[in-house]
């Protein structure tokens, strides 16, 4: 059965401060690996990641993949308030490609 | 381009109610799924269809849960009798094909409480 683990549970810090996310994932016939950002309402997409050792980067946040060790990271630097939510991860897997299996999630609380 | 609507937003019933959510998916998009996200978890899917066939129902709760997506357009999700712990957000999204990219489109989720 595929696995999807992250971690930590949760986290607070002050704005300013520089997080850390980790994805680490067991699956079979890895696709791709997706970080989506949660906060009251629909899932909002972050980044798709297929390759090893490419960083992606959107303003303050950015993500890498490595395949040998199965995970992948989410960094956000300059934390605002308006980063507090969940963030989850997600690895596409299967012969198809069509299953995508979530973890349970980091939620991030952001202090003034 | 408007994102996938769903409806009710928000839904409490007493446990062996009935109850019904809509799905409608972006335009044109072919694939369409219904995950349950159980407060501190993430999504788990409950059913794929890849315009109005079924390609993946295994997690459903067949005893109690059914889906259609009768034109391929918009979907329905019903739950009959609900039981306590049918207690999650409802989260439907969609997708150009299977053969699109990974990325799923998803909806504001209804939010449902068996009381």
Known sequence: EDKVVQSPLSLVVHEGDTVTLNCSYEVTNFRSLLWYKQEKKAPTFLFMLTSSGIEKKSGRLSSILDKKELFSILNI???Q???SAIYLCAVEAGAAGNKLTFGGGTRVLVKP | EAGVA???RYKIIEKRQSVAFWCN???GHA???WYQQILG???KLLIQF???GVVDDSQLPKDRFSAERLKGVDSTLKIQPAKLEDSAVYLCASRPSRLAGARRYFGP???LTVL
């Open chain 2, 6 to 8: 769903q409806s009710p």
């Open chain 1, 77 to 79: 630097t300059a934390t």
């Open chain 2, 109 to 111: 989720g209804t939010r």
């Open chain 2, 25 to 27: 998916p972006i335009s």
């Open chain 1, 81 to 83: 308030t308006g980063d």
């Open chain 2, 41 to 43: 978890q993430g999504p």
């Open chain 2, 50 to 52: 890849q315009n109005n």
């Open chain 2, 31 to 33: 694939t369409l799924y």
